[in-house]
């Protein structure tokens, strides 16, 4: 399916370590020859060994981005990012006031450019690129953030692209979010128009053309997806 990634989790494991060792001291009752024997002594618990006993692990972390800084308009212009756009792996969504126009005059073929850092949004969103709706109740933080990372990662990967090429930051974010939106919009049109055609073209058996529509809708989900992307990015780049 167009505009996805594989994703990373950043899980945060806590180990709980610490054994305790009860040490029960045996009593004796005075022996008497041919009478009484000592009592047994109380066996000793055995501690846990590691590689044998494994910890509870603590429940993944939810990611939380670092606070955005600043950069002018003039200083964006002239290629200048935020530090909270590399400095971590996360970020805030970009709130600009501007976004500075596409100059051709300034672009040029792709240089090294740092990795630029994955949009993190709100809690309990569901965010791909300029798409961004309230996550169901049903899906807990951790999936959540799987889910943004989906779509985050390319999204970070166009940004930085376009910045290697000589975009302004503020604009490479502009086309990055509106090339991953356009893909998932285009992807939910396209599956939608072909199963509907599909249905429709054929419903005398309509019983054999059913168990396809999940084909189809992956196929003309694909071709909406990347239409999706282009018109996206381009409207990304023109506003």
Not at 18 to 39: L, R, S
Not at 69 to 74: D, F, I, L, N, R
Not at 159 to 164: E, I, M, N, P, T
């Amino acid at each position: 399916m167009a505009a996805r990634a594989a994703m990373g989790v950043v899980p945060m494991a806590a180990l709980v370590t610490g054994t305790a060792v009860a040490q029960a001291a045996p009593q004796f009752i005075t022996p008497q020859p041919g009478v009484t024997n000592p009592a047994p002594a109380q066996p000793t618990p055995s501690p846990a060994q590691p590689g044998v006993t494994d910890p509870p692990a603590a429940p993944a972390a939810v990611r939380t981005p670092p606070p955005a800084t600043y950069v002018s308009p003039a200083d964006d212009a002239k290629g200048v990012a935020p530090d909270s756009d590399y400095n971590a792996p996360i970020r805030q969504v970009p709130q600009h006031d501007y976004i500075t126009p596409i100059q051709p005059d300034t672009l040029h073929a792709p240089e090294p450019t740092p990795q630029v850092a994955e949009i993190v949004p709100q809690p309990r969103v569901l965010r791909a690129g300029d798409v961004s709706i309230e996550a169901p109740d049903q899906l807990s933080a951790e999936q959540i953030d799987q889910i943004n990372s989906t779509f985050a990662q390319p999204e970070a990967q166009i940004s930085q692209f376009a910045r290697s090429v000589g975009v302004a930051p503020s604009r490479a974010d502009s086309v990055a979010s509106g090339a991953v939106g356009g893909a998932v919009t285009g992807a939910l049109i396209g599956c939608a128009v072909g199963s509907a055609l599909q249905i429709a073209t054929a419903p005398v058996v309509l019983f054999l053309t059913l168990p396809l529509t999940p084909l189809t809708c992956a196929t003309w989900g694909a071709t909406g997806g990347i239409a999706g992307a282009f018109i996206g990015a381009g409207q990304g780049g023109l506003r």
